[in-house]
């Protein structure tokens, strides 16, 4: 049973153009959202999170939005960037889980120039 | 500055020989520390997790073990490698306490032969 899914294992946009990938969960425990981003032959590297308390937070082009009824999150990325093409992993923990967190299987995202 | 060090980058072992795997991390005390390993276009999965020196717990049965000998040290260990054990080792850390980000070392290809 995989608690978070990344429905999409691959995106591909224009340079400029909105970025959005896409993130369910089933599990109602998990109260903190991360997304990373992932280059090839690298280990991910942590790019924006969002409370539960919270629905938006947003960081420069980085935008994460959480949607607890639908247990949906998303991440908008605009202005995408050539720069941006990389593997964007989902993944969710629990405050009482000792810090771990449970990860999507990535969506691999292609920017166009 | 936090830093997470992680070697070898590649590492081509036989069958059945065994195995080491060495993290650490440096400007930070008291970390949490993890393994995890990620198959070929799927997530990471968490092999193993430990909150401090000598505290491990483990995630999925399997062939491979860790230790905790100092703080800022984890180990990845196996005493006979097998074909399954291939795949990408990612070793992370996080701030005590829930809800931090991971902080990811460059991962380690682990090719059996």
């Known amino acids: 049973d995989q608690q978070v899914k990344q429905n999409s294992p691959s995106l591909s946009v224009q340079e400029g153009r909105i970025s959005i990938l896409n993130c369910d969960y089933t599990n109602s425990m998990f109260d903190y959202f991360l997304w990373y981003k992932k280059y090839p032959a690298e280990g991910p590297t942590f790019l924006i999170s969002i409370s539960s308390i919270k629905d938006k937070n947003e960081d420069g082009r980085f935008t994460v939005f959480l949607n607890k009824s639908a247990k949906h999150l998303s991440l908008h990325i605009v202005p995408s960037q050539p720069g941006d093409s990389a593997v964007y992993f989902c993944a969710a923990s629990a405050w009482t889980n000792a810090g771990k967190s449970t990860f999507g299987d990535g969506t691999t995202l292609t920017v166009k120039p | 500055s936090q830093t997470i060090h992680q070697w070898p980058a590649t590492l081509v072992q036989p069958v059945g020989s065994p195995l080491s795997l060495e993290c650490t991390v440096e400007g930070t005390s008291n970390p949490n520390l993890y393994w995890y390993r990620q198959a070929a276009g799927r997530g990471l999965q968490l092999l193993f997790y430990?909150?401090?020196?000598?505290?491990i717990s483990s995630e999925v049965p399997q062939n491979l073990s860790a230790s905790r000998p100092q703080d800022r040290q984890f180990i990845l260990s196996s005493k006979k490698l097998l074909l399954s054990d291939s795949g990408f080792y990612l070793c992370a850390w996080s701030q005590q306490g829930g809800n931090q980000p991971q902080h990811f070392g460059d991962g380690t290809r682990l090719s059996i032969l």
């Open positions: 430990s909150v401090g020196i000598g505290q």
